[in-house]
């Protein structure tokens, strides 16, 4: 899927994010999630390391593993109260607006209560719904 990319990478609250640059419309396909599949096994391995961000679980035997600074889709953050959803699309990782986003808005995903205990353990979620 080649279409023109509707979003920039840019300074967020907490880092980079990704921030639509033209309106996206609700249900719209934003961004592919890419990189290297490896086997959920694994993933789980990798997951208690904590060394790695970037697992996505495609399905029930796959992960994706988005870690590769390629994959721009890894720069959206987790909202507890998202725009866009990671969905399945004929076995590829797609993110889809739940909205329409306008301009400068930030895109945000719901990492799921597993990423939030993994990694926001610390100091807790950081979102614009949570601070
Ligand atoms: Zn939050």
């Known amino acids: 899927m080649k279409k023109p990319q509707k979003f920039r990478v840019g300074r967020s609250n907490t880092g980079l994010g990704l921030f639509a640059t033209e309106t996206i419309e609700k249900r719209e396909?934003?961004?592919?999630y890419t990189g290297r599949r490896i086997t959920n096994a694994k993933a789980v391995e990798i997951e208690w390391t904590r060394s790695n961000r970037y697992l996505f679980e495609?399905?029930?035997?796959?992960t994706i593993d988005g870690s590769?600074?390629?994959n721009i889709a890894r720069y959206?953050?987790?909202s507890?109260?998202?725009?866009?959803?990671?969905?399945?699309v004929r076995g590829r990782m797609?993110?889809?607006a739940l909205k329409r986003i306008r301009p400068g808005t930030e895109i945000t995903i719901d990492y799921g209560e597993e990423y939030v205990e993994l990694f926001f353990a610390k100091h807790g979620c950081k979102c614009a719904e949570c601070v």
């Not at 396909?29 to 592919?32: A, N, P, R, T, W």
């Not at 495609?58 to 796959?62: E, G, H, M, Q």
């Open 29 to 32: 396909l934003i961004v592919e």
């Open 76 to 78: 959206a953050n987790h």
């Open 80 to 88: 507890c109260k998202p725009n866009a959803e990671p969905d399945t």
């Open 68 to 70: 590769s600074r390629r």
């Open 94 to 96: 797609m993110y889809r």
């Open 58 to 62: 495609l399905n029930s035997k796959w």
